[in-house]
């Protein structure tokens, strides 16, 4: 088999062995196609090949790639992200000196190019210029079929087969075609001819001035003016849309406005390019921008329009919310000051308004509604505008409480604000909204007028944390109404609101009611508390004398008559109401009894009940009680303990700081008395108030002269059972509770606690007796010194030795404290 046979057969085994075609080069398959039909069908039947497969397989090989040339802005590479933060920058700039605006329609072409492959997927027109490059695919079927690819050489031939060559460049697409076809009818009897382009030639061409990518671009032989921009990447916001100019050997060849493109799709002067050919973008022209009720608020370019009629058709028209008569133009004058100008767009001279470079140009709105509605506000399922018709009343709009109203609203109440067309006074109507909903069309069910404004609040009770019906209290919607009744007061019509305060639900300012009633006001404010009196009000009422001087009055008020329309009094402006609270209302004292009580709990006493008769009726003190050691607190002396221990442990910081500056840091006294300071801190901050006060309970209970214990709220009392210990406490070497034995001293209870610590102070051991009196043995002429017997329940406290510190009274009054402190603790504790 010679060169040639293989080259058939490798073509003719292309579709099965699709791997070994990219071996096999164009030249090499026209070669194949030269062949004479017959040859081609003789080494199809030989070798088993569908010649219709073999050209279908050959056409889809030379379909061309779809090629991606220009990437969005939003999947740039890396390395032009900065160009793209530059642009924006740019732009917001722009836009922040103009009011937020922003160039118009810059954003068609804007892009990053991937490639400079030439755009092939483009219909072709019949007035195509054909040259070398371009490929001809002509198609013969009848007599003869076969499939021709002929390209265009460089002079300007296609080489036609069985045929010489064909002179076709420089002919548009129909008139080769008419001469193909005029051709084969007359080479070949018996065949048709179709003629269609495949690939085009590619040129080159140049994008200059203010492009984003400025340089030369290879494109396809179709390609216009937009084709190229698109290519290039855009625009930039400096460069002209109006004025893209077509070169062409160094002359003008046309102009491209791309603002007759982007408003009104004309495509007319978007010429196609010529190889070599320049597209220029000039700097932008004069700009204008226009903003408010219009389609496309923008800056615009200027480039034959002057009127303002011109400019609201390129911003795509006014809204139907545009308010046309008083449009605004701010300009520079000659001064070069920033003046304000109106025009009347409704007007033919308004219309025809010149417009000048660096104008601003605002489109008011009219107003939302203007008329024939009314509004609900507050805590209704859907607030908002309704349409409002003649006889409307509260029911036409609230039919039906659970569903037209939120579950956090108020249903006994709501306020109706309504605006004076005359006047345009405000004034505020007082709504029975259960009563109204239920009884539509009688007098609670109140007509409503145009510009009516309906106020639903939330109920306090019904509002959780967090919800939305906080936002609706009377406080919050009526702010602005009660603003508007105080500015709208004058001399003849005082301002109408009213102030009411004391056991209402919601105490607060209020529109003064039109009744005029107390009974009235207090239903605005959400009614009487069960804590108010209804024998005593007071309201307090400014007046002028005779002689013009103002003055307060105060007006006693029988709360239970007027809340049931028997009084007579009228409300006036600036009325404040007081109502007055039941005195202690609801008030409870109560004493907790714990301990070897008959029946121990928390009771409650009266005001002046005295500690004596609880007990008396908690039923006494059982067989095992031991009066002398009773307990007895209170919060308020439990608060003053706390103090004080706040107030130790400031003045134990600073002394601590004190010693530790006095000292050398190094060893020695100076840290001993760091470390005794520091542990005497810890004890303050350790310690916890008790409130314990001392009372002889046997005394309380059994002797008449003995001073009356009155009770109050939070007292405590916590009687033991009988003790059969004395405990030591403090500065010993084993601080702990010994057995009472009645011949046994203050001294001998010391020794069996095996005796003071090195930084004990001996001179100073006192006695806490059960009841929580002290006794210095050292001092006392009757207690026989620290020879003398204790009792069971007695505490001996050995103090700590303070006269080596310095803050000698501060240490011993806190050392004092914290362990008084601990044997209330620790009495109340161990019972």
Avoid: C
């Avoid at 417009?355 to 506000?377: F, K």
């Avoid at 002429?781 to 103090?799: A, C, H, N, Y």
């Amino acid at each position: 088999m010679n060169l040639k046979q293989k080259l058939i057969l490798a073509l003719l085994l292309l579709p099965a062995f699709a791997a070994h075609s990219q071996s096999i080069t164009p030249a090499q398959i026209e070669q194949f196609k030269s062949l004479p039909k017959s040859q081609q069908e003789a080494l199809a039947s030989q070798y088993g090949i569908d010649l219709d497969s073999l050209s279908s397989a050959g056409q889809q090989s030379r379909r061309p790639r779809e090629v991606q040339v220009v990437e969005p802005v939003s999947r740039m590479p890396e390395e032009e992200k900065g160009q793209a933060q530059e642009e924006k920058q740019q732009e917001q700039k722009t836009a922040a000196k103009n009011g937020g605006l922003k160039p118009y329609g810059y954003d068609l072409f804007r892009g990053s190019p991937t490639t400079f492959a030439p755009v092939t997927e483009i219909p072709i027109p019949s007035e195509y210029t054909l040259g070398p490059g371009d490929v001809l695919r002509i198609q013969l079927w009848g007599k003869e079929n076969q499939n021709l690819e002929l390209p265009i050489s460089r002079d300007g031939t296609i080489s036609f087969p069985q045929s010489g060559p064909m002179s076709v460049a420089g002919l548009s697409f129909d008139e080769a075609k008419q001469q193909i076809t005029t051709k084969v009818s007359e080479q070949y009897i018996g065949v048709q001819v179709s003629v269609s382009l495949g690939e085009l030639r590619s040129m080159r061409v140049f994008v200059l001035g203010e492009a984003r990518n400025p340089g030369s671009y290879s494109v396809s032989s179709l390609s216009t003016i937009t084709n190229a921009l698109y290519v290039s990447g855009g625009i930039k916001l400096n460069g002209s849309l109006r004025n893209l100019q077509h070169k062409r050997n160094g002359k003008l060849v046309g102009t491209l406005d791309l603002y007759d493109l982007l408003l009104k799709g004309d495509s007319s002067d978007d010429t196609r390019l010529q190889p070599g050919d320049v597209i220029f973008i000039p700097p932008v022209g004069n700009r204008v921008g226009i903003k408010g009720e219009v389609y496309r608020p923008a800056l615009y370019e200027l480039s034959n329009e002057e009127t303002l009629a011109d400019l609201v058709q390129m911003a795509g028209g006014l809204t139907p919310q545009a308010y046309p008569q008083r449009i605004n133009i701010e300009r520079t004058n000659d001064d070069f000051l920033r003046i304000i100008t109106e025009a009347d767009y409704t007007a033919r001279k308004g219309k025809n308004a010149r417009i000048q470079a660096g104008d601003t140009v605002s489109i008011p709105s009219i107003s939302d509604i203007t008329g024939q509605y009314v509004e609900i506000s507050g805590a209704a399922t859907r607030p908002g505008r309704f349409a409002w018709m003649p006889g409307m009343r509260v029911s036409s709009v609230i039919k039906n409480l659970n569903a037209d109203l939120t579950p956090v609203a108020d249903k006994r109440y709501a306020a109706i604000v309504r605006t004076d067309k005359a006047t345009d006074r405000v004034s505020v109507l007082n709504l029975r909204l259960r009563k109204a909903v239920q009884n539509p069309g009688s007098e609670f069910d109140i007509p409503l007028h145009e510009k009516d404004q309906l106020l639903f609040f939330s109920d306090a009770g019904k509002v959780q944390g967090g919800e939305e019906g906080r936002n609706y209290t009377r406080a919050s919607l009526f702010t602005p109404v009660l603003k508007r009744l105080k500015s709208q007061a004058t001399p003849s019509s005082p301002q109408k609101t009213v102030r009411i305060t004391g056991p209402v639900r919601y105490p607060g300012e209020y529109p003064l009611p039109a009744s005029r009633q107390l009974s009235d006001a207090i239903f605005v404010a959400g009614g009487l508390k069960d804590s108010a009196s209804l024998y005593h009000a007071e309201v307090a009422r400014y007046t002028a004398d005779e002689n013009g001087i103002g003055k307060t009055n105060i007006l006693n008020v029988n709360l239970e008559d007027a809340m049931a329309g028997n009084g007579n009094l009228t409300l006036q402006s600036r009325d404040r109401i007081l109502i007055k609270s039941i005195p202690d209302f609801a008030k409870t004292s109560t004493i907790e009894l714990e301990g070897e009580v008959r029946y121990p709990g928390q009771y409650t006493f009266r005001d002046g009940e005295t500690l004596k008769q609880v007990i008396e009726r908690a039923g006494g003190l059982t067989d095992n009680a031991f009066p002398r050691g009773a307990v007895f607190t209170r919060a308020k002396l439990r608060q003053l303990e706390a103090q004080r221990l706040r107030e130790a442990e400031e003045r134990l910081q600073g002394d601590l700081l004190g010693v530790q500056l006095e000292g050398d840091g190094v060893g020695g006294q100076s840290a001993d008395r760091v470390q005794q300071v520091e542990d005497l801190l810890g004890d303050v901050q350790r310690s916890r108030p008790v409130g314990r006060m001392v009372v002889d309970l046997e005394a309380v209970l059994n002797d008449g002269d003995y001073q009356a214990i009155r009770l109050q709220d939070g007292d405590s009392l916590t009687v033991p059972t009988i003790p059969q210990s004395v405990t030591v406490f403090g500065e010993v070497q084993f601080p702990t509770s010994h057995l009472h034995q009645a011949s046994l001293t203050v001294d001998d209870y010391l020794e069996r606690s095996g005796g003071p610590t090195r930084q004990a102070d001996e001179s100073r051991v006192y006695v806490v007796k059960a009841d929580g009196s002290v006794m210095l043995p050292e001092e006392s002429r009757w207690f026989g010194g620290r020879s003398q017997k204790l009792e069971p329940g007695d505490t001996v406290i050995m103090p700590i030795d303070v006269d080596r510190l310095n803050q000698l009274e501060l240490w011993t009054n806190v050392s004092q404290i914290v362990y008084q402190m601990a044997l209330g603790a620790a009495a109340v504790g161990n019972l």
